[in-house]
């Protein structure tokens, strides 16, 4: 069983930044793709960033291009998503999640393993 705990989530200002982080137990996180995922009160949840196992490849969803960039770090077994000028509509609980594929995945679906998620809370 992988375990997934999210952390660094907070309130900013629109135009702040912060950084999540998300820390995995086990030591095949290597061979994980690793996603971030977003869900706002009663919307559904939506992809924003997904990196490959050796983190070459990443994909973004098009609102967060520019602004938010995905790494990993294999050797900490931890994936991060720096958050750069945010807006009020990047409000939500964040999740990372990995998929046993190791490679590029959009959909909910197609992930395997959830952390808990993370606040992240943006002010006008």
């Known amino acids: 069983q992988v375990q997934l705990v999210e952390s660094g989530g907070g309130l900013v200002q629109a135009g702040g930044s912060l950084r999540l982080s998300c820390a995995a137990s086990?030591?095949?996180?290597?061979?994980?793709?690793m996603g971030w995922f977003r869900q706002a009160p009663g919307k559904e949840r939506e992809f924003v960033a997904v990196i490959s196992r050796g983190g070459a490849n990443t994909y973004y969803q098009d609102s967060v291009k520019g602004r938010f960039t995905i790494s990993r770090d294999n050797a900490k077994n931890t994936v991060y998503l720096q958050m750069n000028s945010l807006k009020p509509e990047d409000t939500a609980v964040y999740y990372c999640?990995?998929?046993?594929?190791?490679?590029?995945?959009?959909?909910?679906?197609?992930?395997?393993?959830w952390g808990q998620g993370t606040q992240v809370t943006v002010s006008s």
């Open positions: 999640a990995g998929s046993d594929s190791g490679w590029i995945i959009f959909e909910l679906k197609g992930y395997d393993y």
């Open positions: 086990g030591r095949t996180f290597s061979r994980y793709a």
